[in-house]
């Protein structure tokens, strides 16, 4: 390659050779693939192949080669970015070969229009009707959280309105890449209303503006994950097609596509870039083989943009790679280049108070101006000066705000310091006073107790003592001992000794936690029998804790202090079990650990869905920021029946920690056979079946028998309950007084109508259920419908994601008589971790994956 004649300036690197950031954590980005799969099965395979043929087809069709993503390559063609002026372009640095990605590259990647926008180019449609038909606000475009809600129930839509929802889908997934919460701009979603006005829009240059916008703004030095906005998928295409080894060893080429994004399939093959060029290097001549850009069919190599700045570094380095000159070396120097004189702006001088932001384009304009170069020194000198004066102005500022920093905080610490003083004062006080008092119980201290005056008195302390029989004359002979006198200290005090010792003592029996045999307490049981039979459970694991003493509180306090809490949780009317706990008290070390270490020994097995152990795992302590989708964390039937069980396994035990024995958590299975059965319930003429029988009287599931009869010994069923087709909300049913109460943590999410609908399964079969068990002497036999109420008085989750947290912690409070205080969206990533380590220590390794599907998130 010939050297360039005259040495030119190219823009500089993003950070410099050697110290870019390593990928410290993955790369989070919003448009996951996965998301695709919903849109195809929500709209249906002729909205799906309808969309496919769209302006914006390319990203379902992509979607379909189940592309390998390799972060690792990505990070680093953009920790090693050069530093342009230019809005709609981002170079790149690969050894010593720039290479670009613009709308042109753009637009020979994915096949889009990427055409100048139009002027007065405007959809007028009415979209109001629609909009309102899909449930989402009328001023602004749908996001995916809704979008996502439609999904659910456009199945039986139009095949013209599904392909409008799968467009919007598509739009908000691949064109704009946003975060789900984030809406569509409106005039581009009401575009979907009108297919032609759709299709010729630009949409790739859309597309390429999100793209390039999310990679200008992303910091890839912090050390938490970054997060890409945009179609992120472009950026490894283009590693692909301008690095043409990076293709051909890790690409995995498609034959006869159409566009370059649909020729690839990717890989994540493991492979040091660094060796990547020296092999290169080898191969190839001493350099890595690159196109470094595209040019347009009319010749021209730059794309047009109304807005986009001119950057005199750029158009030095497009022309010495046009005419192969490029200064290899450029890159390599640290400091500046000799023929320009660049005096930096200090970094440690502030801005004054006169500046403003509006005045930053101006300062930058001015500090180019400094840096050109000039031979003529009365023009250096001039800045400098300026920059001496504005020091000194500078520093004369900082002394005065040194000197009212000083005043300000030595009127704030005067009265601190005097009640310091005062508090002081007292310390000292209180410590000679009990000096004093230790004085004088030294004084005292050869007034002994009884006992040790006994050991050392030559007195006999037994003595022979005639006691009197049932038959008169024949007394019997005991020894008993002698009476004790009364201490010189209880005299000295003045206090009387059968005063003294005649005070009741309270005896309490101190009871060692165990297992009971599946319940507790013969009052609880209306058919003993069944009690013999039933097998005794397993003893708790041994990283469990052992029970603390409680503490005992006055007859007053309706409810007892809980574990090492400060704050007392009561209930009004709950007798609290001596051995409640505190369900919000921080996560037991031991069980944590224990959990952690079997995510590490089995994090190899890294391709795992949520029904498998470690991804089970693993959405539950998934801080949401590290949410590989939006819906990531969201708990499933597997999270709420691992949940209800390990609350089974604790009633178990003797004491039970919760405030009542007449208390059952509802088996997830049996809440989702309930709500299946109900789609042909007919009161009239459905009698329960035998595996509601068993139900009914506690001997079903085989792992959650507790012989325990609802009505006689259960009156209340803790149930999750999945409602919306996306959101938990807890059930207290309660038998006696025939109502269902729901607890809801989104109460905006689905109206108090809907809500009676949902719980109407429970609603209408349980009193079946009970006609048909209960004897009509105990209960009266009537199938009216249970009353539905939801408290609006509950913690609430905002922003929503934690639904099914927030039902299992309801449950649980409920079940140990205590408030919900302490349930709140600040402390529910420490309540997750709790809930996954407890489960772990319960539950271990979930085993009946086989029992639900993976829709309830």
């Known amino acids: 390659m010939a050297s360039s004649s005259t040495k030119r300036n190219y823009p500089r690197l993003l950070y ?10 993955s790369m989070s980005y919003y448009s996951y693939l996965s998301n695709f799969q919903m849109v195809r099965e929500g709209v249906g395979f002729d909205a799906w192949e309808a969309v496919k043929k769209s302006a914006v087809g390319v990203f379902p069709m992509f979607y379909e080669l189940k592309f390998t993503w390799c972060a690792k390559l990505v990070h680093y ?48 449609v009415d979209h109001t009707d629609f909009w309102k038909e899909m449930g989402v606000s009328t001023v602004v475009g749908p996001n995916l959280v809704q979008l996502q809600s439609v999904l659910e129930r456009c199945k039986y839509w139009s095949l013209e309105k599904r392909t409008m929802v799968g467009l919007l889908c598509v739009l908000h997934l691949g064109v704009y890449g946003i975060a789900p919460s984030r809406h569509i701009p409106l005039e581009c979603a009401k575009r979907v209303l009108d297919y032609e006005a759709f299709q010729r829009y630009l949409w790739g240059r859309v597309a390429c503006q999100s793209l390039i916008y999310s990679v200008k703004c992303a910091d890839y030095s912090t050390k938490e994950s970054y997060t890409m906005a945009g179609f992120i998928f472009i950026l490894q295409i283009w590693a692909y097609e301008s690095v043409m080894g990076l293709g051909e060893l890790y690409g995995n080429r498609i034959g006869g596509a159409e566009v370059p994004l649909l020729s690839w399939s990717g890989s994540r093959k493991r492979f040091k870039f660094e060796e990547f060029v020296r092999q290169e290097k080898e191969h190839h001549e001493d350099k890595v083989r690159v196109r470094h850009f595209t040019t347009e069919p009319n010749g021209q190599y730059t794309p047009k943009w109304d807005d986009e700045v001119d950057d005199g ?12 000159c490029i200064n290899r070396g450029f890159w390599d120097v640290t400091e500046e280049s000799p023929a320009t004189t660049r005096l930096k702006r200090p970094k440690s001088v502030p801005e004054t108070d006169g500046q403003s932001s509006k005045k930053k384009k101006g300062d930058d304009t001015k500090t180019v101006g400094i840096e050109e170069n000039t031979n003529s020194p009365s023009k250096e000198e ?82 022979v003592e005639m006691n009197s029989t049932s038959q008169d004359g024949l007394p019997s002979q005991r020894v008993v001992k002698k ?90 009317g709950v007798t609290p079990s001596v051995s409640a706990y505190d369900p919000f008290a921080d996560v037991d070390a031991d069980k944590m650990r224990n959990l952690l270490h079997f995510l590490l020994d089995d994090e190899k097995n890294s391709d795992r869905t949520s029904t498998h152990s470690t991804e089970f795992y ?28 390990m609350f089974y396994k604790r009633s178990l035990c003797d004491p039970s920690p919760y405030h009542s024995q007449r208390i059952a958590f509802l ?33 079903y599931p085989s792992d959650r028998v507790t ?27 309660d038998l006696g007084k025939e109502t269902i109460t729901v607890y809801d943590s989104i109460l905006t999410l689905v109206d108090d109508k809907e809500i009676q609908n949902f719980c109407r399964p429970f609603a209408k079969m349980i009193p079946s259920i009970l006609s048909t068990m209960v004897s009509a002497t105990v209960r009266k036999k009537s199938e009216k419908q249970f009353t539905v109420r939801r408290l609006k008085k509950v913690p609430q989750n905002d922003p929503p994601g934690d639904c099914g947290v927030y039902t299992i912690k309801y449950i649980e409070c409920l079940a140990i008589g205590c408030t919900f205080e302490g349930l709140r969206d600040e402390t529910i990533q420490d309540l997750r971790r709790k809930l996954a380590a407890e489960i772990y220590d319960s539950v271990g390794e979930p085993q009946i994956t086989h029992l639900f599907t993976d829709t309830a998130k």
């Open 77 to 124: 063609l953009l920790t090693n970015q050069l530093q342009v002026k230019k809005n709609y372009e981002i170079w790149s640095l690969i050894d010593w070969q720039p290479i670009r990605l613009s709308l042109v590259e753009f637009g020979e990647i994915t096949g889009m229009n990427c055409e100048p926008f139009q002027k007065g180019e405007i959809c007028d």
């Open 313 to 324: 570094d750029v158009i030095n380095l497009v022309l010495d790679i046009r005419n192969d």
């Open 16 to 25: 410099s050779k050697g110290k870019a950031p390593s990928q410290q954590r």
């Open 483 to 572: 009476a004790k006198k009364a201490s010189k200290k209880c005299e000295d005090m003045g206090l009387d000794k059968k005063k003294v010792f005649d005070k009741k003592v309270l005896k309490t029996k101190i009871q060692v936690p165990h297992l009971l045999d599946n319940a507790s307490g013969d009052e609880t049981w209306s058919d003993p029998v069944q009690r013999e039979k039933l097998n005794k459970p397993t003893s708790p694991t041994p990283s469990s804790p052992p029970q603390k003493r409680q503490t005992k509180l006055a007859s007053s306090q309706l409810f007892p202090f809980v574990g090492n809490s400060t704050v007392k949780r009561i209930i009004t």
């Open 707 to 733: 012989n325990k009869k609802w009505h006689h010994d259960i009156d209340h069923l803790y149930a999750c309950h999945f409602v919306n087709g996306n959101h938990w909300v807890a059930l207290d049913i």
């Open 618 to 645: 693993k959405v539950i302590i998934t801080p949401r920021n590290k949410w590989r989708t939006y819906n990531y964390g969201w708990l499933n039937n597997m999270h709420m029946w691992s949940a209800m069980h």
């Open 382 to 463: 001039i800045p400098v000066s300026q920059l001496y004066t504005l020091m000194k102005t500078l520093t004369g500022k900082l002394d005065n705000i040194d000197t009212s920093i000083e005043a300000k905080v030595g009127s704030l610490l005067a009265p601190i310091t005097e009640k310091l003083a005062t508090m002081e004062k007292e310390l000292q006080k209180m410590k000679q006073k009990e000096a004093a008092d230790e004085r004088k119980e030294d004084a005292n201290s050869n007034a002994n107790n009884n006992e040790n005056a006994e050991v050392n008195s030559k007195e006999m302390s037994w003595m």
């Open 667 to 699: 088996d997830q299975w049996v809440v989702t056979k309930i709500v299946s059965d109900f789609k042909e319930f007919n009161p009239k003429t459905w009698k329960p079946t035998d595996t509601y029988k068993c139900i009914f009287n506690g001997t």
